[in-house]
């Protein structure tokens, strides 16, 4: 079939036009599912501007490209099997598979794009366009998986609509992340919602816009397998593979950031403790039960003691009395009152 046939109908194919009918709860998951899978990876992405390091940094964004791709490709699926007619279709394993790239690749570079620290609206747009391409080439690349006895053509008119409502849709989500929070100071969280929202309609607006570009065709040309699967089944299915997806990469980016915020304080403690220990003065620290926690170099020889002679020891064994025998009433009005005669002042004290 040649790309102008594509696109034209003959009278007698007017004539043999199928009209197909849409679940209205399915179109409902098929939404649901692209803004949570968009949410999500606009918060990924956010991930990729604090990463410590070059690893962290590709697999927040690797993820990122995965579940908002997957997301653009489970949209679109459940939309398919939101929309029955009346002959039986299914998709072909391999097509419907690789009909994810485009949206994957897409993803990639726009996530890649906007993880800069300042974005301009230049970027935006660049980013808009090239997500607004992502969806459409996954839409209708996914569209040849189908398989029916049904000829498959295309209303050009409302083919060239579905393509811009791709490209202004993506382009007004990714100034909802954005462009909102760099002109208007919002919240991270507010705009990761909004830009989710707005993302997650621009892959529903321009699927259910494509589909009523399509134009089925009645026809016995093509073979129809004997048994199809049952459409909301296999929605829920496709639904519930997404959100496992999404659980498990937040939960892997989890564990990366939490080991990175780690090694992060590990290594101001080091420094902190460095600083501590090369200190010319006597530093003691204690908790609120008065056992010291630390013991510096200068105090080991100023006191004669060594650290691990004293840490865990109460500190009122380095003082002479009356101050030893009071220091534990002194410390409970103090962590009791609030009110401190030592804390934060400055004097000599025999030890």
Do not use: C
């Amino acid at each position: 079939m040649s790309v102008v046939s594509l696109f034209s109908l003959s009278d007698s194919e007017q004539a043999l036009l199928l009209q197909g009918q849409h679940s209205h709860g399915l179109m409902l998951l098929s939404v649901v599912i692209a803004v949570l899978a968009s949410g999500f990876a606009f918060q990924l992405a956010s991930l990729v501007r604090v990463a410590g390091t070059t690893w962290m940094r590709r697999s927040a964004l690797l993820s990122g490209s995965l579940t908002l791709g997957g997301g653009i490709w489970a949209m679109h699926f459940i939309g398919m099997l939101a929309f029955e007619l009346p002959v039986p279709v299914y998709y072909d394993p391999l097509i419907t598979s690789l009909s994810m790239l485009p949206a994957v690749l897409a993803s990639w570079i726009v996530l890649r794009l906007l993880s800069q620290q300042q974005i301009s609206l230049r970027e935006i747009v660049i980013g808009g366009v090239l997500m607004g391409v992502g969806i459409g080439a996954m839409h209708y690349s996914g569209m040849l998986a189908l398989r029916s006895s049904a000829q498959l053509k295309f209303d050009p008119l409302w083919f060239l609509l579905s393509l811009l409502v791709a490209l202004g849709m993506s382009m007004l989500a990714l100034w909802l992340r954005f462009g909102l929070k760099q002109r208007f100071g919002l919240s991270h969280l507010l705009t990761v919602t909004l830009g989710g929202i707005g993302m997650g309609l621009a892959i529903a607006s321009m699927h259910y816009t494509g589909m009523a570009a399509v134009r089925f065709i009645g026809s016995d040309s093509l073979p129809v397998p004997a048994s199809v699967p049952d459409r909301t089944v296999l929605a829920l299915a496709i639904a519930m593979l997404m959100l496992a997806l999404g659980l498990v990469v937040g939960v892997i980016n989890g564990i990366l950031r939490y080991r990175y915020l780690l090694g992060k304080m590990q290594a101001s403690e080091n420094r902190l403790r460095a600083m501590v220990d090369t200190a010319v003065d006597g530093i003691i620290t204690i908790n609120a039960q008065g056992l010291i926690e630390s013991f510096n170099h200068s105090a080991e020889r100023l006191f004669g003691w060594s650290a691990s002679e004293v840490i865990g020891r109460n500190i009122r064994m380095l003082m002479p009395e009356p101050y030893s025998s009071g220091h534990d009433q002194y410390l409970q009005n103090y962590l009791s009152t609030g009110q401190a005669r030592i804390i934060g002042t400055g004097r000599e004290v025999t030890a």
